[in-house]
């Protein structure tokens, strides 16, 4: 079956736009991850959806930065004001369940955005 | 706080070698999974292996086997016999039972030489 495929593969964007990047997860996976791949920081974990609730945000690093998840499917992270720091691989991953034994993440592409 | 340091930053061997990565992790959780995922040029992330934290044996599943020990903290894979497409950055991580996210190492780079 299909993967978890992102939208768009690449962003460039200038400072001060906001940008909103898609995430399409594995039919019927309800866990849905999104994090970003910087050279700097890693690979860091965002915020995690189990359907449509984002039970664990703590890893948004600002209030510039918002997910939200229709459907128990797509999912959108949205950044406001884009900053230069902001430019990273943002990657999505979905899993079958949150917990026990489905609990392996699958990822997509990823997003690369960068900021002018 | 989860923590997962590979120490490696950067490993180069010559094809048919074997190739051992390791991993340290620090959790206070009494229960967790550890992964093992490449990253190879193209850039996506995919999935190898996963461990219970109440299972430790050892396994092996092609050229690919690890060595999950929790008195040490540790969590190392081996590549036997390496191949030039094995040439990708391996990330150990750690994830509590529920939930949950991924707390990733810094990866370890990985070439492979003709």
């Known amino acids: 079956g299909a993967g978890v495929s992102q939208s768009p593969s690449n962003k460039v964007t200038e400072k001060g736009k906001d940008v909103e990047l898609r995430c399409d997860p594995i039919?019927?996976?309800?866990?849905l991850y999104w994090y970003r791949q910087s050279l700097g920081q890693g690979l860091e974990f965002l915020i995690y959806?189990?359907?449509?609730?984002?039970?664990?945000k703590s890893g948004l690093p600002s209030d510039r930065f918002s997910a939200e998840r229709t459907g128990g499917s797509v999912s959108t992270l949205t950044i406001q004001r884009t900053q230069q720091e902001d430019s990273a691989v943002y990657l999505c991953?979905?899993?079958?369940?949150?917990?026990?034994?489905?609990?392996?993440?699958?990822f997509g592409p990823g997003t690369r955005l960068t900021v002018l | 706080a989860q923590k997962v340091t590979q120490a490696q930053t950067e490993i180069s061997v010559v094809e048919k070698e074997d190739v051992t990565l390791d991993c340290v992790y620090e959790?206070?959780?009494?229960?967790?999974?550890l992964f093992w995922y490449k990253q190879p040029p193209s850039g996506e992330l995919v999935f190898l292996i996963r461990?219970?934290?109440?299972?430790?044996q050892n396994e092996i599943s092609g050229r690919y086997s690890w060595n999950f020990q929790k008195s040490t903290s540790s969590f190392n894979f081996t590549i036997t016999a390496s191949q030039v497409v094995d040439s990708a950055v391996y990330f150990c991580?750690?994830?509590?039972?529920?939930?949950?996210?991924?707390?990733f190492g810094g990866g370890t780079r990985v070439l492979v030489k003709p």
């Open positions: 991580a750690h994830s509590k039972a529920a939930g949950n996210k991924l707390t």
């Open positions: 991953a979905s899993s079958r369940s949150g917990s026990g034994v489905y609990n392996e993440q699958f």
């Open positions: 959790t206070r959780d009494t229960t967790y999974y």
């Open positions: 461990r219970n934290s109440f299972d430790e």
């Open positions: 039919s019927g996976h309800t866990a």
């Open positions: 959806f189990q359907g449509n609730s984002a039970p664990d």
